[in-house]
């Protein structure tokens, strides 16, 4: 969420490396945000300082994708299981994202970014919830890149919810359970609407998905950086993107000879 957006010129906008091909760029990025705590640990201070730091970090890279005309960028903010981290980190994150959001939305609005929070989000405090809503229903109809923020959300948990309501549909006669497909299960999931991720880049070296969009990432190229997310920037995510055009998506299937 940046306010970068709204100060940086049209004329000082980065504009997309010539060692990247237009055509060829994922329409989504996804992104799981690793190495806050390591970042700050190296540094001598205390981890709050490299949530900071990684809201920096977001905030760049949100510029970068608008700027090199990437159409969706998904980052995992908060997880169903980051409640269990020690109370003060939990109560500082909930703090900051409210800060971060009043702060950045008009800037938000300006630029046209479509801002939507994914996961449960009746379990975040009622000040947040508030500024969710607002945001979200201010930004709907904007035309700029989709920013999808994925707060108190567990890929397990959305899995599990999109089975139950179409259960209760089922049981309501709303449902044939022999039309139940792949579409109309993933239009019960947090993400309906949006495709699904091109390419997942994790920071900090770690090789796990992290219950992070189990459905959404089935076809995803994974890019594994041992950048750790504070840092990440314009050639970091330049790498991911040469990694990812460097790639040969069949999706299952076999390449055709020429």
Same mark, same amino acid.
């Given at each position: ?19 990247? @091909? ?21 540094r ?10 990684g ?11 608008? @700027? ?6 998904t ?19 909930? =703090? ?42 201010? =930004? ?23 089975a ?29 609407g949006?495709?699904?991720? @091109? ?26 950086? @041992? ?28 390449e055709?000879?020429?």
């Amino acid at each position: 969420m940046s306010r970068v957006l709204a100060t940086t010129p049209l004329s000082q906008r980065q504009p997309l490396p010539r060692q990247l @091909d237009p055509d060829r760029l994922p329409a989504h990025v996804a992104v799981i945000m690793d190495g806050n705590g390591r970042w700050a640990r190296q540094r001598g201070l205390p981890r709050v300082m490299g949530h900071r730091a990684g809201v920096e970090a977001l905030k760049r890279t949100l510029r970068l994708c608008s @700027d090199w005309g990437i159409g969706a960028l998904t980052a995992y903010a908060f997880s169903t299981e980051n409640w269990s981290r020690p109370g003060e980190e939990v109560t500082f994150l909930m =703090t900051l994202f409210e800060r971060v959001l009043a702060r950045e939305l008009e800037a938000l609005e300006r630029e046209q970014v479509r801002i939507r929070f994914l996961g449960d989000l009746e379990e975040l405090p009622q000040g947040l919830q508030s500024l969710i809503a607002d945001a979200t229903a201010r =930004t709907a109809a904007n035309t700029g890149i989709h920013f999808n923020v994925c707060t108190n959300y567990g890929g397990r948990r959305e899995l599990v919810r999109a089975a139950r309501r179409l259960a209760e549909q089922a049981a309501r006669g709303d449902l044939d359970p022999a039309c139940l497909d792949e579409e109309r299960f993933a239009a019960e999931l947090h993400t309906a609407g949006e495709p699904d991720p @091109d390419l997942l880049i994790r920071t900090s070296g770690e090789q796990r998905i992290s219950n992070f969009l189990l459905w959404q990432l089935a076809y995803a190229e994974l890019h594994i950086t @041992d950048v750790l997310w504070p840092d990440f920037d314009a050639q970091a995510l330049l790498a991911a993107l040469l990694d990812y055009q460097g790639r040969n998506r069949r999706f299952g299937g076999v390449e055709t000879p020429a």
